[in-house]
């Protein structure tokens, strides 16, 4: 079998879709013959590709520098000593979680990325800036905590805050849409490796309490008090590190993960769009209702755009291209049916805060899904490239920005502060 293989791969040196069908097959058994026959073609420019393919040992050490282990360590020291700040201080936890969630670790993450891209100060000053005046800004709100208006710029800001970080992430090129394409991959791979590292430290959790507790140490309080404090932060900290150094850690697991559940939510969506006609569900007198339809419009136009962005790196095919387009229509029947939903309340109650935020939520994400839809159906066609789909994508992002800047601090302004 051995000598067929090398037979095989002698025959077929210069056919890469033979040797690459050879490689899936069975890639210890190629590895293994290829390195046998590779002294017959070692002019071969087709060999000598394969055998960096093969035997190429890299530099890059899945271990962490030096540096890097400084910064995490320092980075969650940081973020576990603000998020204390409530407990040290005798400040309402809740009231100041809600204001400063995002200050806990988004500045944190944006000095790692200013670093790693080499930006001057100069580059981050106004980043900077931005990040003291919300805080400054967002702690000063004289509102009541109930209030709808204060529960808007709690919402928005964090989603602005986390766009500045993207704009330090992108370093000088914060114009390119291949830029803000990255970014928005890196927010995938990023809730990816979150997620693996939260579920292992909550398995890690329990475990270490659980054989405390054969011993008689209760260590509940310990864990809630501490390890909660720094773990928490510790993980995005961590997986961003992680993602950004080592992209290859989730690089596959990301386009496998939008591949399996495109199709899944387009049948859910589906289903569910039937299942609301024939159930008689209102969403324009049912607030509740239209609430939950319009977060599930939001997560499944991240699924969308996030499966959208996995196709610079994976290859793409017109089914799963059909299968988005058909999600993506969905997405447009649904988000209409809500728009037309909160226009309706807004004729029966009149103007407030949270419908103007929806709707203007609502319109931006239904234009940007009109922008892309079109150019995926463009692409079906033949008649235009998946680049031109990124750039639809891309060319919204900082309009989304500039929406929650102005839910953030001028709705305050505009509805007047009480």
């Known amino acids: ?114 670093w790693k891209e080499k930006l001057q100060f100069k580059n981050i000053a106004a980043p900077i800036g931005i990040f003291v005046i919300s805080a400054i800004f967002i702690n000063n709100l004289p509102i009541d905590e109930e209030s709808d208006i204060l529960l808007l710029s709690y919402i928005h800001l964090p989603i602005f805050l986390w766009s500045v970080v993207g704009f330090v992430f992108v370093g000088n090129e914060f114009r390119s849409p291949a830029k803000r394409i990255g970014f928005l991959r890196f927010n995938g791979d990023l809730l990816v490796m979150s997620a693996v590292m939260l579920m292992a430290s909550a398995l890690f959790t329990v475990v270490t309490m659980e054989l405390f507790n054969l011993i008689g140490m209760n260590t509940e309080e310990f864990f809630a008090n501490y390890i909660v404090f720094w773990g928490l932060p510790a993980i995005p900290i961590v997986a961003t590190v992680l993602v950004k150094q080592y992209p290859y850690l989730v690089g596959n697991v990301s386009p496998i993960i939008a ?25 324009y007198n049912d607030r509740e209702f239209l609430f939950i339809l319009n977060t599930m419009l939001i997560g499944v136009m991240a699924i969308i755009f996030f499966s959208l962005s996995e196709f610079s790196i994976a290859p793409i095919k017109r089914w799963q291209l059909i299968i988005l387009f058909t999600l993506l229509i969905l997405v447009v029947v649904n988000n209409s049916i809500a728009l037309s939903a909160i226009i309706y309340r807004l004729y029966l109650f009149g103007l407030s805060p949270n419908r103007l935020a929806v709707i203007g939520s609502n319109l931006l994400i239904l234009i940007h899904l009109i922008f892309v839809g079109v150019d995926i159906f463009k692409v079906i066609q033949k008649k235009r490239s998946v680049e031109n789909i990124e750039n639809s994508i891309a060319k919204m992002l900082p309009v989304y920005s500039a929406w929650a800047v102005v839910v953030a601090f001028l709705f305050p302004i505009i509805f007047k502060m009480k």
């Open 1 to 114: 079998m051995s000598h067929d293989l090398q037979t095989t791969i002698l025959s077929n040196i210069q056919n890469a879709h033979v040797l690459e069908d050879l490689y899936r097959k069975d890639k210890t058994a190629f590895k293994k013959s290829f390195n046998a026959v590779y002294p017959q073609i070692l002019s071969s420019v087709a060999a000598q590709c394969w055998n960096e393919r093969l035997n190429h040992v890299s530099a890059t050490s899945i271990f962490l520098t030096k540096q890097e282990l400084i910064f995490i360590v320092t980075a969650v020291l940081i973020a576990g000593c603000i998020a204390k700040l409530p407990h040290w201080m005798d400040w309402n936890p809740d009231h100041f979680f809600r204001r400063n969630i995002s200050f806990i670790v988004f500045e944190i993450l944006l000095f790692f990325f200013a």
């Open 259 to 283: 591949k399996l559940f495109t199709p899944l939510v387009t049948g859910t969506l589906f289903i569910f769009l039937i299942s609301v006609i024939s159930s008689g569900k209102d969403p």
